[in-house]
């Protein structure tokens, strides 16, 4: 069926056949132009399903780009949500948008998010991106037109790597036993995934049978072949009694030479030289404005900038990272020195590393790249978090050391009753990594932004928990974790650069916190602050503490250096790199004092804050003290598109939003409007007496 108008009922144009060819190609080389734009996405798969992405939208499905909730309407789930690019495609060459505005993909607060919104665009169904879903949710709504009477239709499209999930088989389970013929899963069978072959990370097939044994009609197809994509549609239309499965035989980054069956091209957008160069093997170099569009992007980016900078608090001059002429810093992800202790921890024999198909995105792969010999020692499970995490509890009940890792929204949430159940339950001895932790994941969005996996994790008992700092820390910590600590373990970390705070020389003891002074500017960062164990530390009647972990360590002690540049105040930072076991004297001391305690977290507020809050709230030692307490993180909401300096200053945890927080409550503390003490009298033991500082403000006495 064509395109509808709802409300006369009228059928417009069908596309022929040459005309839906076209159409394809042309929404191939919008998709270079969109990716290039983004600089980040997904070419591969977006390249292979778009000629089946032109037939639904342009000949197949009954929908109204006028009316995208016509009741009536079919339904088309995109279970495979970074795929996201040819939805938007889809949508816009059907009339539900200017189809040029796809090139805003990916831009903070544009509809066009990473993943799919359907609170955000409209003609997006459902919200997806967590592989293995969109099949379910698909089953649902057939089975709601069932019980409605209603005769349209459900089309889900998915992947062939997201066959790994076991979720997708309950739902064909489901499917096949309620004989749901208003339901056509379409899967893209281009037959690379992350890790490399599908057939190599976990073999699929054979994947018609498996279908037919749960009850599906089954059709294989050319998925370029737009004569027999049209001809599968009209028999899964004309199928009844069972559920159809369109298997489409596709070309991963079909249309482009140097990214065509290449696994790397999976989730990597194209530059602008090769933006050129697949242009004119798309014969639209010269039919596709790109400049046009690349400008209509940067204008757009302007904008957006513009506007965010707005809510950015200001200063008497930059102090984001390397803008100033000293200070400098070194930046180096986080998810690299994870890779580094498991290259280093890997020669202990009993060490077992777990991949789930993003191997090297997040570094475990470092495990047995540096080592042939340990590939005996390396598991892909494919894209399967839940299994994973369960094999690795066998692992450990024989006596391995196994470390599994995935995205952190992954590693904590999909499989959280597996680590519940058997591995905390169960007292093994399982390392968990969660990857690409907070918002500064950047532009894929909502559903890859873990900002709740700390409140999954540290809910666990007998899960012991860590959020290092920086790159060096990871390393630390990853390789203390998994060699030296018995029991259930998580370590968080970021996929981005962040600054490198610590050194060789810096302290680290497991469950001990580090605190850091600013004691000037120097040419480098790192040499600009002193570090300490707080079990090491002296009080030198600070005006504030600001409490942190991970990433945001780094974003604390540049909020440190504005408040003493900008405002004469001395701020503690403390580094809680080991939440549980949860370490709270040196939280205690820091309350009694400075007085005034600001957490920060890249992750939704109470991930770090409800620790430190419960730890200063039960401690007799500050029963009648006065402390002012204030949180920076995450307020209650979920991510979005964006790069990842921007979504520091949109989410309002960059170290200019930490400053402005313990200003705030310093300069509340410190009215002569309000009754709270600034400093509460604190009795010191000889041993933590130390000099007293001068310094132009006054300060309440101390004894």
């Known amino acids: 069926m064509p395109i509808v108008d709802s409300k006369s009922g009228a059928h417009g144009k069908t596309a022929g056949l040459g005309e839906l060819v076209q159409a394809a190609n042309m929404m191939r080389g919008y998709d270079l132009v969109a990716l290039c734009a983004a600089g980040s996405g997904h070419s591969g798969g977006t390249l292979s399903i778009m000629d089946i992405t032109a037939a639904l939208y342009l000949a197949v499905a009954r929908h109204d780009p006028k009316n995208p909730d016509w009741p009536d309407r079919d339904r088309i789930i995109w279970s495979s949500g970074h795929k996201a690019p040819s939805l938007y495609l889809g949508l816009g060459i059907s009339g539900y948008f200017p189809i040029e505005d796809v090139v805003l993909l990916r831009k903070l607060y544009s509809p066009f998010q990473g993943h799919p919104h359907w609170l955000k665009l409209p003609g997006v169904e459902v919200s997806s991106g967590s592989l293995g879903q969109g099949l379910s949710i698909a089953v649902g709504m057939a089975r709601a037109a069932r019980m409605d009477r209603k005769n349209h239709r459900v089309y889900c499209l998915t992947g062939d790597g997201e066959h790994q999930e076991g979720q997708i088989w309950e739902a064909a389970m489901e499917a096949g036993a309620w004989g749901l013929d208003n339901l056509c899963c379409v899967l893209d069978k281009n037959r690379l995934q992350i890790d490399g072959l599908v057939k190599e990370v976990m073999n699929i097939d054979p994947i018609a049978d498996k279908y037919r044994a749960f009850g599906w009609n089954v059709t294989e197809i050319d998925g370029h072949n737009m004569q027999q994509i049209l001809k599968a549609f009209e028999k899964a239309a004309a199928t009844k009694d069972q559920p159809t ?16 069956n290449q696994a790397g091209w999976h989730g990597r957008a194209p530059n602008k030289e090769q933006l050129v160069q697949g242009l004119k093997q798309l014969n639209l170099d010269f039919r596709i404005d790109y400049e046009k569009l690349l400008k209509k992007a940067d204008d757009y980016q302007t904008e957006v900038t513009a506007k965010l900078m707005e809510k950015v608090p200001k200063f008497g001059k930059d102090y984001f990272w390397n803008k100033q002429p000293d200070m400098k810093v070194e930046m180096k992800a986080t998810r690299v020195g994870f890779g580094d202790a498991l290259a280093e921890a890997g020669a202990d024999k009993r060490t077992v590393a777990i991949g789930a198909d993003i191997s090297g995105s997040i570094a475990i792969s470092k495990f047995f790249e ?13 894209i399967a978090e839940q299994s994973g995490t369960a094999v690795a509890g066998g692992l450990a009940k024989e006596g391995k050391l196994p470390v599994f890792g995935t995205y952190g929204v992954f590693a904590a949430g999909r499989n959280l009753d597996q680590i519940r159940t058997t591995v905390c339950y169960g007292e093994f001895d399982v390392l968990i990594a969660g990857a690409h932790g907070g918002v500064s994941v950047g532009p894929d969005g909502a559903t890859h932004q873990a900002l709740e996996d700390l409140f999954q994790i540290c809910g666990l008992p ?16 990853t390789e203390h974790m998994l060699l030296h600590l018995k029991g259930p373990k998580y370590v968080r970390f970021a996929r981005e650069a962040t600054p490198v705070i610590t050194g060789p020389e810096t302290p680290f003891a497991w ?6 002074r600013y004691r000037g500017a120097k040419p480098n960062f790192i040499e600009a602050f002193e570090v300490k164990l707080a079990t090491d530390y002296k009080n030198e009647n600070e005006d504030l503490t600001i409490v942190a972990c991970g990433p945001m360590v780094p974003e604390a002690m540049r909020a440190a250096w504005i408040l003493k540049e900008e405002s004469g105040l001395e701020t503690r930072v403390i580094n809680m790199h080991t939440l549980k076991p949860f370490n709270p004297p040196a939280l205690v001391q820091a309350a009694l004092e400075t007085g005034i305690i600001v957490t920060a977290e890249e992750h939704q507020i109470g991930g770090l804050a409800n620790w430190v809050s419960h730890a200063l709230h039960v401690s007799p030692e500050l029963y009648g003290h006065p402390v002012a ?45 309000t009754k709270v003490t600034a400093k509460p009298r604190v009795k010191k033991s000889a041993a933590t007496k130390t000099k007293k500082r001068t310094t132009k403000k006054t300060k309440p006495a101390t004894e």
């Open 245 to 260: 499965v369109i298997i489409a035989n596709t070309t991963k980054g079909k249309g482009v030479d140097f990214m065509e």
């Open 370 to 382: 540096c080592d042939a010999e340990r590939c005996e020692r390396w598991i892909s499970v494919g």
């Open 511 to 516: 469950g001990v916190p580090n605190v850091y």
């Open 462 to 477: 007998n899960m012991q928990v860590s959020v290092p700092c920086d790159a060096l820390e990871t390393r630390r910590a």
């Open 629 to 673: 307490f204030g949180t920076v993180g995450v307020k209650d909401r979920f991510g979005e598109s964006g790069q990842p300096w921007e979504l520091m200053w949109e989410f309002e945890v960059s170290g200019e939003h930490i400053a402005a927080k313990a200003k705030e409550l310093y300069d509340f503390v410190h009215s002569s409007k």
